[in-house]
């Protein structure tokens, strides 16, 4: 999600139709705003996106996360990398990274949480990871899951996050490494940074507005893995099936259509998909500056279509800043949420 997204599609679970067209009244009228201001941008936060436009209130691998805002800043740059400014300073452990994570265990989510599952389709092992709300912390920022593992954690209500998966992981027993896509600083607990981009990214707002959650997944950033999320427990359906298919089409991996401009090589292998702003640095890429406003921020236009690309990989994510009609999820009833890496059947 980005600064001026939230379209307001997928009404789920919000009570009677007066409910539901007074908040499409509201996203629509902040959409308004936001695009009178030249919002959106690479880099903008969920509550950024979302919250702060729609309302002004309202087993694991380690414990005691060092966590990173989703309330800071970031840039994008061609190199692929962003800095988070967080709004709460967070300490970073130095745990070694654990070497299997199970799903045996399932923790309950107890009052004011939900739970958030992680599962691992692929074919690789992946290393998933938190930049967290530090003001709603959860138990760790790092993990790593095997091909075929998963493993689930209670997530506090208002969690205002991004999740994203790295690969080509190594650490050491301090928790101190690199990975290939996606890397944090070079820590197994994520700490006060997001993951380095192009990264495939989770995004949710927990109890945003009224009662109800926004999430996405986010190709804005780029891609380095396919990802779609699922809800349970709220009161409407899943737009998503446990496939990753929706109306619109199901889950291929980009990077395997990835044009050779946007590609990011790591010893001979396609490891992520870059987004036309990480590729170009422009402002009309990367829908700022004089082409911040809605009406100017057409990826046609741009010298490298990433959204394009994006959008036939994953026709339900957002390929762009702006792509909000077909993008934006929401879920009432305290719903609790599965995030698969894997690609469709």
Known sequence: MRTSKHAGRNARGRGTLVAVLACLAVIATVLLVRAQEGGGGEGATVAERT??????GPGSAAAAPGSATA???????????ATA???ASASRPTTPPATKASAAAKPVAGKGKRMLTLV???SQTIWPAIAADPTHPVEATGWKLAPGASLSFA??????????ARTGCTFNAAGNGHCTSGDCAGHFQCGRTWGQFPSTLAEFNLNAWNGMDFYDVSLVEGNNLPMWINNSGGSGP????????SKAGCTHDANKSCPKAMQRVVGGTVVACLSACLVLGTDQSCCTGA???RSACIPSTWPIDSAAVFKKAEPFAYSYVNDDATSVLTCSGECSYRITWGVSP
Not at 74 to 81: E, L, P, V
């Open 51 to 56: 919250v702060t436009s729609v309302a002004s």
């Open 71 to 81: 309330s800071g800043s970031a840039r994008a740059t061609a190199s692929g990398s």
């Open 85 to 87: 400014t967080p709004s």
């Open 120 to 122: 691992n389709r692929l």
């Open 155 to 164: 997530i506090p209500d208002h969690w205002d996050v991004r999740v994203w």
């Open 238 to 245: 899943d737009p998503i099936s446990a496939d990753g298919c």
């Open 291 to 293: 082409y911040a406003a």
